[in-house]
């Protein structure tokens, strides 16, 4: 059985948002996103993989295709594949999100 203390793994950084590597299998990878105020991931877009953004921390705006929206801790967004997405830390804490990528990129490709 594999296992992480993820709570323990987060960390932040001014120069840029943070991805933390939870687990990668060849059908899915989990990963941590840190975020600070201000801080993005630019949209972009996953041809054939969904991804499953789930707020621990912290409030932010995801763009999903043409749709926006805000959320908070306890909300889950899917950005299906083939849509362009990204997320935004508008709020004044630190953002924390569980990230789920199912199938994975290839090891050299991660967002």
């Known amino acids: 059985m594999e296992w992480v203390e993820a709570g323990t793994l987060k ?8 991805k933390i590597g939870l687990f990668r299998t060849e ?14 991931q630019k949209p972009h877009i996953h041809e054939m993989s969904d991804k499953i953004y789930y707020v621990i921390e912290g409030t932010a705006r995801f763009r999903i295709g043409v749709q926006e929206r ?4 306890g909300a889950a967004v899917l950005a299906p594949a083939s849509a362009e997405h990204g997320v935004e830390n508008l709020g004044s804490n630190p953002l924390v ?7 994975p990129l290839p090891k050299d490709k991660g967002h």
């Open 70 to 73: 805000e959320l908070s801790a």
């Open 97 to 103: 999100l569980f990230v789920v990528l199912a199938p």
């Open 27 to 40: 059908r899915a990878m989990a990963d941590l996103y840190c975020l600070l105020p201000g801080q993005a």
């Open 11 to 18: 960390r932040f950084s001014p120069e840029k948002g943070q």
